[in-house]
Nanobody, 125 residues
Framework: QLQLVESGGGLVQPGGSLRLSCAAS????????IGWFRQAPGKEREGVSC????????NYADSVKGRFTTSRDNTKNTVYLQMNSLQAEDTAIYYC??????????????????WGQGTQVTVSS
């Protein structure tokens, strides 16, 4: 069974940091782009970032550029989202998702085939 599981969410003060993890089981991430998405209450889901199959290419939403960094360790079948300088507006449920490709690039707005269950990130004092 193909599965993505996020972890690392929690409560953090403004200006703080969190690192989210997205672990895959049932398949190898080597052939998949991984994207991070978030959805705040009452808002549409927003694409946050993506990372290409081998981590050579990344893309970020303007709202997180310079603050968030995505990376991957294919030997651990895991992708990470390092979030720094967190703000209240970053509060949301964060999801990772995957799509298979032969491309060396990644696209945040692509059609993702597999989704995790999400992890809550709350930024509040």
């Amino acid at each position: 069974q193909l599965q993505l599981v996020e972890s690392g969410g929690g409560l953090v003060q403004p200006g703080g940091s969190l690192r989210l993890s997205c672990a895959a089981s049932g398949f190898t991430l080597d052939y998949y782009v991984i994207g991070w998405f978030r959805q705040a209450p009452g808002k549409e889901r927003e694409g946050v970032s993506c990372i290409s199959r081998r981590g050579v290419s990344t893309n970020y939403a303007d709202s997180v550029k310079g603050r968030f960094t995505t990376s991957r360790d294919n030997t651990k079948n895991t992708v990470y989202l390092q979030m720094n300088s967190l703000q209240a507006e970053d509060t949301a449920i964060y999801y990772c998702a995957a799509y298979r490709t032969v491309s060396s690039l990644c696209v945040i707005s692509a059609r993702y085939n597999y989704w995790g269950q999400g992890t809550q990130v709350t930024v509040s004092s």
